[in-house]
């Protein structure tokens, strides 16, 4: 097959180019030839300069006939302006302006008398019409019909590699098709569907004829790409339900005797989930269910009774959480929960003394150990069980999909239960965690009070102070959060250790601790319980406290520069405060100068405390790639599919999917053949690029916020 050649057999890519196209994941020249145009330029007809208008995109050419880069004085480079670079372009109509910010470099790009074409929005300024930062393209006589006179792709360029170079290079790829390409998309659904075939699709979505065109091989991407994720999906599901487990012996004294160990009674919401687990439990393949619901709504409670179930039946179970400190909370409440039932129940952690690891290690093989809880020391090699059947994992979104796959194996098809407070719309949970089953719990319990969610900027910050003064004078305990702990030369956040020593004579009347992922696993604890106690009133933290730290008292949270923050992790910090009977407040401190898409994020936090919603509001911010990591869901990554945006075509693709799986589970029909190969190619590369080590950080803009060790 030519696709899998190589791109460095294409014209005009030496190794250099090689290199670069490789570094965004780029080899072969199927690789290349998915690399998709993220919008089109109708460079039919170039606007005629004096017809551009205000806020209307447009696409002009004209020659440069002046240029000019202004420095910036040092006192204005904290606003972060370095430079200015101002070029004025002319066609036979009219001039207009370019300006672009701290981009100096293009200075020398920009020859007087070069043609250049530019795409943006005009914006008026002093009264004429400018184009902010517009993409270029430096035009050059006798340029091929590759780049002008039709409907030109636009790829998002990386480093050195101009856009027509791109463009050349993927029209020597296209060279290569023909009617008789391999399709993996089956005949059948490409008929349905009125999908072009590869080869003509391909040629469309890089070179199109009409925007129609485009269109249309574009939404067969979509599909394509949403369809092979289902049927891994319902691969996956087919191969749980082909397992067999224990089933385990529920009876409603246990779990009467269990409720009235609790100091309050379960939500209907619980309820119902919990009659769901248990239905699971009793089924002899292995339960496979995702458990989700709001910061607070109680999951680890209705994990606990999955838990008890499985010791009273005669078997061990494994819980994992992504800290130790939340290791430690959650034996504490089952100890409570399971006083006087006589399990037993024990932590495993990395900062345990060696002694104490191999003891548990021991005692687990033995099956003394009923119950044990930990962190990622529970996937090391030497844990093995003696009767292994449940596994259960808290914040299932800070593992890594090997990770999680790890645990169960150390069982025999144990029942697994994953839980996770990052809610998603259910269709989508349903696509992208299709193989498992989804349990939600909707409500949170009774008498919680809102939290009050304020977004104020620095000219506040006298009053954030004196507000917290006042919550903590009252007998209150306040969080206040910093997005890194270091200060770093490149970018000016707070930072925690600097402000730690301001906020203490700051405070000084109060006691202050500090908290974050690099004190010793000792020391973390110290703190946390400390702070617990009361005998700290205000804890200056890094995002470390964002997982499961149940402080009911502490009822202040400050977050400090929060437009580094990412929707849904700002919703799990509001979750920390909001256990008490006393009314919460959420203060965001941001800079005094934000751009409109942090306002909307954090205005979305204003408005609401729906964690589904947030979730949704995050989704259609960031995007389905950032969002989902491919770590956290396990199926390949989605490049032009986006499962909130395509939700029809997902519907349509998980149809198709299971159709064909329900008639060929193994697709081992000759006609299955391709989807069969595509899987596993798609297998194959998703082996590869599970990390075990890599914790959950595939999410670049969020990365020095993750503090998570
Ligand atoms: P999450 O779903 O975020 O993991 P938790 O399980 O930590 O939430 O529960 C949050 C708090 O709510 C805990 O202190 C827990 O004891 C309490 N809780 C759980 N269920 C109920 C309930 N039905 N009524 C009152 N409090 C509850
Ligand atoms: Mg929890």
Redesign the pocket.
Request: net charge positive; proline share 3%.
């Given at each position: 097959m030519l696709q899998t050649d190589l791109i460095r057999y294409l014209k005009g890519v030496g190794p250099k180019k090689e290199e670069i196209f490789n570094k965004v994941g780029i080899y072969t020249l199927d690789d290349i030839l998915h690399y998709f145009p993220f919008r089109y330029e109708d460079r039919r007809n170039f606007k005629k300069i004096k017809d551009i208008k205000e806020n209307e995109f447009c696409v002009i050419k004209g020659k440069i006939l002046a240029r000019n880069l202004k420095k910036m004085p040092y006192f204005l480079h904290a606003k972060r302006v370095k430079n200015i670079l101002e070029i004025a372009i002319s066609d036979d109509t009219a001039v207009t302006h370019c300006t672009w910010f701290n981009q100096g470099y293009l200075y020398d790009k920009m020859t007087i008398g070069d043609t250049l074409i530019v795409y943006g929005k005009p914006r008026a300024h002093d009264g004429k019409l400018k184009l902010i930062s517009p993409e270029f393209e430096i035009f050059e006589e006798g340029e091929d019909s590759l780049n002008l006179g039709r409907i030109v792709g636009v790829y998002s360029s990386t480093q050195n590699l101009g856009q027509k170079f791109i463009r050349k290079t993927i029209s020597l790829a296209l060279e290569n098709l023909n009617a008789e390409t391999k399709d993996s998309l089956p005949f059948d659904i490409r008929r349905g569907k009125n999908f072009p075939n590869i080869a003509q699709a391909l040629k469309a979505i890089h070179f199109p004829q009409s925007f129609e065109e485009a269109e249309k091989s574009r939404e067969r991407f979509i599909f394509e790409e949403l369809f092979f994720s289902q049927i891994l999906v319902y691969l996956r599901k087919a191969k749980h339900r082909s397992q067999i487990a224990s089933p385990f012996k529920i009876n409603a004294e246990l779990i009467e005797k269990l409720k009235q160990n609790?100091?309050?009674?379960?939500?209907a919401s619980?309820d119902k989930v919990l009659s769901e687990i248990l239905e699971d439990l009793q089924k002899n393949y292995p339960m496979h269910r995702l458990l989700q619901?709001?910061?607070?709504?109680?999951?680890?409670?209705?994990?606990a009774f999955a838990v008890a179930c499985a010791v009273s039946s005669g078997f061990q179970a494994a819980f994992m959480v992504p800290t130790e400190i939340l290791a430690y909370?959650h034996t504490e409440?089952l100890r409570n929960f399971f006083d006087g039932f006589g399990y037993r129940i024990e932590v495993l952690v990395a900062s345990l003394s060696k002694k104490e690891i191999e003891k548990i290690h021991k005692e687990l093989l033995d099956g003394k150990i009923d119950i044990v809880i930990g962190t990622h020391a529970l996937l090391s090699d030497e844990v093995a069980f003696k009767n292994l059947r449940l596994v259960a994992i808290?914040?299932q979104h800070k593992f890594g999909v090997a990770q999680r796959a790890l645990l169960p194996k150390k069982g025999i098809n144990p029942h697994y239960l994953i839980?996770s407070?990052t809610p998603i719309p259910r269709s989508l949970a349903l696509s992208l965690y299709g193989d498992l089953d989804l349990s939600v719990?909707t409500e949170?319990?009774?008498?919680?009070i809102a939290p009050k969610t304020m977004w104020v900027r620095e000219d506040k910050r006298p009053w954030v102070y004196d507000f917290i003064k006042e919550k903590v004078s009252a007998g209150r305990q306040a969080y206040i959060i910093y997005p890194v702990i270091e200060e770093n030369e490149d970018e000016d956040l707070r930072s925690l250790e600097v402000m730690y020593g301001k906020l203490k004579k700051k405070f000084s009347k109060f006691k202050i601790g500090m908290f974050h992922g690099r004190l010793k696993p000792q020391q973390k604890l110290s703190v946390i319980n400390e702070f617990r106690e009361g005998k700290i009133d205000i804890l200056v933290s890094t995002t470390v406290v964002e997982v499961?730290v149940?402080v009911?008292n502490a009822t202040v949270m400050v977050v400090e520069n929060p437009e580094r923050f990412g929707l849904a992790q700002l919703h799990q910090l509001r979750?920390r405060i909001q256990?008490s009977t006393h009314a919460p407040y959420f203060i965001l401190l941001s800079g005094n100068e934000i751009c409109e898409e942090v306002s909307q994020r954090l205005k979305a936090l204003e408005e609401s405390n729906d964690g589904f919603r947030i979730a949704e509001e995050d989704l259609k911010l960031r995007g389905p790639g950032d969002f989902f990591g491919r770590m956290q869901h396990g199926l390949p990554d989605l490049r032009i599919a986006n499962p909130l945006r395509d939700i029809e075509l997902l519907k349509e693709a998980r149809v198709f999917a299971y159709k064909i799986i329900k008639n060929d589970p193994q697709l081992q029909k000759p006609e299955h053949r391709f989807i069969r190969e595509r899987i596993d190619s798609l297998f194959g590369a998703l082996k590869d690029s599970f990390s075990l080590l890599k914790n959950n950080t595939d999410d670049h803009r969020l990365k020095i916020t993750n503090d998570h060790r």
């Open positions: 609790l100091k309050f009674s379960l939500t619980q619901g709001d910061v607070g709504c109680g999951k680890t409670v209705v994990c909370q409440t808290d914040e839980m407070a719990i949170l319990p009774k008498g919680r499961g149940n009911l979750g256990r």
